[in-house]
């Protein structure tokens, strides 16, 4: 179907939801949700002591983003408090609470000048559920957190505990509902381990959505050894650069408990594959291909990042592997394989399929191979997929570990999983927030389709489309589509075209809306549109 010809279908489709002018709609019978997001997925903001401590967002931002991180969010760790600390002494880092939680976690672009869905967190979720009845500050809040730390930083899990009884209180002493994405998940097993008791006080079910409970290791391996990007292309200029990342990265403990769990028995192991050039006792030069499972991964890290140096305030600081990191990510590991969900809590587990993830990295080709390992941090990695959401493999995700309720597979990409109306479905189900799909509990409608018809067929270089669809709007109020006092139906007309750029078709759609009267109580709405692409 040509582009322009669904556009109209959309926004006719749309109109029928929004005849009515809309109220907020609360439920007063449903239970709280606590949104709890992952790695990268929480607004931060800096706090200067010696500008009277003044705020100032750090994460996310587009403008002077990559000065502000290197600056403010560079960090080193601290092995006796297991807190990664601002390289800058008088710069504290600090999550905005405003909207009960929700502002850090909703859209994190501030401007929205690059405008990438990217940026949209857990914004389509936030606003598909208070569709459902849930409101802001009474059934539905967030909980950001600076995703630096590790998943079981005590200061943190102090404060997701206060979160746990700040909601509890506040829906009048309901049990709570959480909802995890990503690292999140890691974040509340941690916490559920630590502090199962009052986990069990406060918190009813546990959904989990594509959490790397077994780590995401061919992500985090070329995370440690290239950096990361969330943004390509020329994009990159406003934004955070991949090796200022890398440097920020290499001292969260965050990243290091996103490693391949090295108690968890893979059904396929992940490798560090590398071509490597050797010379033989001969002194002839050979190539071979060398892999190295998790644990043995490790050296060759240790290897690379052995000269890895940061710039800071013009000197050069010394930036390797961190094995004390690597001591409290070990600690974290045996105490997630260990938890256990309370009596009195249901876990659910919703995780990504059907996308190419890595999971096992190579570095060089046996036509380039690497002759130095510290030279590994300049190459290009290829990956092995395999099934997953394009960042955690769907073994890591549905190997919870837990007595889990249900745990369901659904295609979809590791951050717009969130966006998913096939995820919606399922949480409106597990949330107890069911109702009938066609019913809209403020206006008191219904829209039931009720035909559907298309054809298409190309002649000469010119191809049309022409669809049928008809709607019957069940309602009680005569007033909807105005007074139609006359009794003759409403004809309305549109048309849009695009004009093509000499690539792309020419393009133009007509559409014919038509409104008849209300009879015993329902609207009959019928749309006849024509699309008309022509081969430039």
């Known amino acids: 179907m ?28 449903l239970d709280p949700v606590l949104l709890v997001p992952g790695i990268a997925g929480s607004i931060l903001k800096a706090v200067d002591d010696d500008h009277g401590n003044r705020e100032e967002r750090v994460w996310v931002r587009i403008l002077r983003a990559d000065y502000k991180l290197r600056t ?91 979160k ?10 309901k049990k709570i509902n959480i909802i995890s994405h990503s690292m999140g998940g890691l974040l509340v097993k941690c916490f559920m381990s630590l502090h199962s008791d009052i986990f069990e006080k406060y918190v009813k079910n546990w959904i989990a959505i594509a959490a790397p409970f077994r780590g995401a290791p061919g992500y985090v391996t070329s995370t440690f050894l290239n950096g ?17 990342m890398h440097q920020l990265l290499i001292e969260c403990p965050s990243i290091y408990e996103l490693m391949a ?18 010379e033989d006792s001969a002194g002839n030069s050979r190539v071979t291909l060398e892999s190295y499972p998790p644990k043995k991964s490790i050296d060759v890290f240790k290897d690379a990042l052995s000269s890895n140096t940061v710039n800071y305030e013009g000197g050069d600081m010394p930036l390797p592997l961190n094995l004390e990191i690597l001591k409290w990510a070990d600690e974290t590991h045996r105490l997630l394989s260990s938890a256990n969900v309370p009596a009195q809590v249901k876990f659910y587990n919703i995780y ?65 999983i969130l966006s998913d109306h096939h995820v919606f479905r399922i949480l409106k189900h597990w949330l107890n927030a069911d109702s009938d799909p066609y019913y809209n509990p403020i206006n008191d409608y219904v829209i039931l389709p009720t035909t559907f018809d298309m054809e298409t067929h190309k002649e000469n270089g010119v191809q049309v489309t ?47 809306l038509v409104v008849h009267p209300q009879n015993d109580g329902k609207h009959h709405i019928q749309l006849n549109a024509v699309g008309v692409s022509v081969d430039s």
Not at 4 to 24: A, F, G, H, R, T
Not at 266 to 274: F, N, R, S, T
């Open 2 to 29: 040509a582009v322009l010809l669904e556009e109209i279908l959309q926004s006719v489709e749309l109109w029928l939801k929004l005849i009515k002018k809309q109220q907020p709609y609360v439920d007063p019978n």
């Open 72 to 162: 403010k969010l560079w960090s080193r760790f601290d092995p006796s408090t297991g807190r990664t600390v601002s390289l800058d002494p008088k710069t504290s880092i600090v999550v905005p609470d405003d909207r009960y939680g929700l502002h850090a976690i909703d859209v994190l672009d501030p401007d929205m000048i690059i405008g990438r869905d990217c940026v949209s967190y857990f914004h389509d979720m936030i606003v598909e559920m208070m569709k459902w009845g849930f409101q802001e500050g009474k059934t539905l809040f967030g909980f950001g957190y600076d995703f630096r730390q590790s998943n079981r930083l005590p200061e943190t899990l102090e404060r997701f505990a206060k």
């Open 164 to 173: 746990l009884e700040l909601v509890y209180k506040a829906s009048g002493g």
């Open 228 to 244: 990361m990007s969330f943004v390509e292309g020329w994009e990159q200029n406003f934004f955070v650069s991949k090796w200022s």
């Open 261 to 278: 769990c090295p108690h968890f028995k893979w059904q396929h192991i992940p490798l560090l594959e590398i071509w490597k050039e050797k």
């Open 352 to 416: 990504g399929i059907n996308l190419e993830t890595p999971h096992s990295v190579c570095y060089g080709t046996k036509e380039a191979p690497v002759t130095d390992l510290q030279e590994l941090r300049f190459f290009q990695p290829a990956y092995v997929c395999v099934d997953g959401d394009g960042t955690v493999p769907a073994e890591s995700a549905k190997a919870d570990g837990l007595n889990a309720e249900a745990r369901i597979g659904v295609p979809g990409e590791h951050r717009g």
């Open 466 to 512: 022409s669809v049928k669809e008809e709607w019957e709007i069940i309602s009680g109020d005569n007033n909807e589509f105005g007074s139609m006092a006359d009794g003759k139906p409403v004809v309305s007309s549109i048309s849009v075209s695009h004009a093509g750029d000499g690539k792309s078709e020419q393009e133009n759609a007509y559409a014919t």
